[in-house]
């Protein structure tokens, strides 16, 4: 059991390690920096930038130095939580991420709760009423969910709310309480605005979901330890939870590793198309005019958080599942 | 049970029986993939769309980048199939009128104007397959100049014609699967084969690369490294940068089941027989091995593709992948990014069809594949 627990922490950290070089190598894809971004800016508007304004510039953001000073800088102040400025807004990012990193964990969160809450008595029924119309039906709209984007769906789920019933399910808060501070009020008005999207969000995990979890029940049901306990007389409920649905749930819940970076994944495109106050289009916005501060500390949050949030699901693993525990290989 | 055979059942096999037992490998993948109906209904429509994608430019109508303001969000036109009681197809003409309160322009059909549609029409000239000029097209209308009065689906705000559009977005957005999967194969057939065969540090260094690359999310890495290729790079080149992109993160699935089966193709009593037999690594490998596992790749290929037909579009879609003037159907699809434009033009949606049609077509086909390739079983 510890020495699971250690490879998984040994792994988390390397990934974590990982996740910084490569969004450090993200940061510095663009050609030019920030400098030349800001005086092309500049010229724009007028104002031209001298060669030597540019080198103080370059020197005071340590734009000058060797790529690896520059990595082993900032690797330091994140280490520190410190992120810096967003050359953009001219404030620190971590302001200007804000509440908006919150919101994309709960969303995340939720969606993901919802999909577990969906798929596990979907799977359930289709498996123990397998080829009757209820299975064909989730079936049907588990190829569905398989096969539209995430942002597809947003598109069209806003289209219909729009035509349909005259709804725009876009945002997470009402206009009188987007830049209020948080109270009660703001706090209902942001849990009548959230279904749309985590249901949005779920569908496409529940789809899958739904079928490793009737595919495992199905392999479960069919043991002759299922057939001995309805031969003992066990009612059909007991039979069928007590055992095939614990043993099936195993592979299941290690599907939570990929689940997290899924559905994060998708949370970052419906923000986008919903304009939900996620980090989502903060991203989009931040790549597009190349505050690459800004969109790298987004990708290493993100990045991190997932990997903690898969982390716990291992630990969740261990303690639903003996074998782990047991210091067995899985 | 009694031990006496029944006298009525012959002792030797039945034709299918013995059909059966001297079929070769692909003859049963066949008879095992054509059982699932569904899988080959896809195959066909899969089949379909690449043939759309082969000849892209003689089955649009109008040139797709031709633009013209005042043809802009014409709603989809409806086609009249009988003339006067014969099979004569035709549109009516367009009439464009100013709302005096919005001053916009919006069009109403013309019931004076009949234009009718002609098979193997002239209209904007094009060469196909890049060597034969030519300006015949599969269908058009009389006058050959069918961008002035036929919108099958209606246009986009520059006046260009969305079903032309969506015929060249489809050879984009198909292609760009076909050469993402085949970077992720050449890069999943290694590394999972070196995964797979050499085992020791080499696969536990492989693993934990595949284990760490996917608990990562991808949509922000890749709309980081997408962001990245310059607004300089020609159409070709970003086509080929935001391939690279995908296919970098997207091989892990595919060195995932190559090393499962390289794994479990190890332990079997005929690959044993050619060790012992002494065939040289390379010849049990390219002889033995790859024969007995190139269905499920095929079927994990054609599980893969979506996926990657999905990264293109999504990133396009977000304005990080493809960049107009090129057409693929994320970039169709951005145009209709929010309700003003969705509530103006709902033609716009078209685009999305044919993304669920081939996605949901080639995940059956998977599915299929996948079931017959393991025909013993």
Known sequence: MLAYLARRLVLAVITVWAITLVTFIIMQLPPGDFVDAYMAQSAAMGSAFSAAEAAAMRHAYGLDQPIWVQYEKWLALVAHGQFGLSFEYGRPVTEVIGDRLWLTVALALLAIVVTWGLALPIGIYSAVRQYSIGDYIFTFLGFIGLAVPNFLLALIVMYIGFRAFGLNVGGLFSADQQLAPWSWTKLADLGRHLPAPVLILALAGTAQLVRIMRANLLDELRRPYVMTARARGLSEHRVILKYPVRAALNPFASTIGYLLPFTVSGSVIISVVLSLDTVGPLLLHSLLSQDMLLASTIILLLGILTVIGTLLSDLLLMWIDPRIRLGQRR | ?377
């Open chain 2, 1 to 377: 049970m009694s031990l006496t055979l029944p006298a009525d059942e012959p002792l030797v096999a039945t034709e299918a029986e013995s059909r059966i037992a001297v079929a070769t490998q692909r003859q049963l993948i066949w008879w095992r993939f054509r059982r699932h109906k569904l899988a080959v209904i896809s195959a066909v429509v899969v089949i379909a769309f690449y043939l759309v994608a082969i000849f892209a430019d003689p089955l649009a109508v109008s040139p797709p980048w031709d633009t013209n303001a005042s043809r802009g969000y014409i709603p989809p036109q409806a086609i009249h199939w009988f003339d006067n009681g014969s099979f004569h197809p035709y549109v009516y003409g367009l009439k464009g009128k100013r709302d005096l309160r919005t001053f916009k322009l919006s069009y109403a059909p013309d019931p004076s104007e009949k234009r009718y549609l002609t098979l193997f029409a002239r209209g904007y000239a094009y060469s196909l397959f890049g060597l034969i000029p030519t300006d015949i097209h599969l269908l058009g209308v009389a006058d050959g100049h069918p961008e002035n009065s036929l919108f099958l689906l209606g246009t986009d705000q520059m006046g260009r014609d969305l079903f032309s559009r969506l015929v060249l977005a489809t050879r984009t957005s198909l292609t760009i699967g076909l050469v993402g999967v085949t970077l992720s194969l050449v890069l999943g057939v290694l590394l999972g084969g070196l995964s797979g065969l050499q085992g020791g540090v080499a696969d536990v260094v492989i693993q934990r690369v595949i284990e760490i690359l996917r608990s990562i999310p991808t949509i922000p890495l890749w709309m980081g490294l997408a962001a990245a290729v310059p607004t300089s790079w020609s159409p070709n080149q970003v086509y080929f940068a935001i391939t690279l992109i995908i296919s970098l993160i997207g091989w892990t699935e595919l060195a995932r089941v190559v090393r499962g089966r390289f794994l479990a193709l190890r332990e079997e009593d005929f690959i044993t027989a050619a060790e012992l037999a002494g065939a040289s690594r390379m010849r049990i490998i390219f002889r033995h091995m790859v024969p007995s596992f190139l269905s499920h790749i095929i079927a994990a290929v054609s599980l893969a593709l979506p996926a990657m037909i999905i990264s293109e579009t999504t990133l396009s879609f977000l304005g990080l992948g493809l960049r107009p003037p090129a057409i693929s159907w994320g970039v169709l699809l951005q145009d209709a990014q929010n309700l003003e434009t969705l509530a103006l033009a709902p033609w716009l949606l078209f685009a999305a069809i044919p993304v669920i049609v081939v996605i949901l077509a080639f995940n059956f086909l998977g599915d299929g594949l996948r079931d017959a390739a393991d025909p013993y079983g």
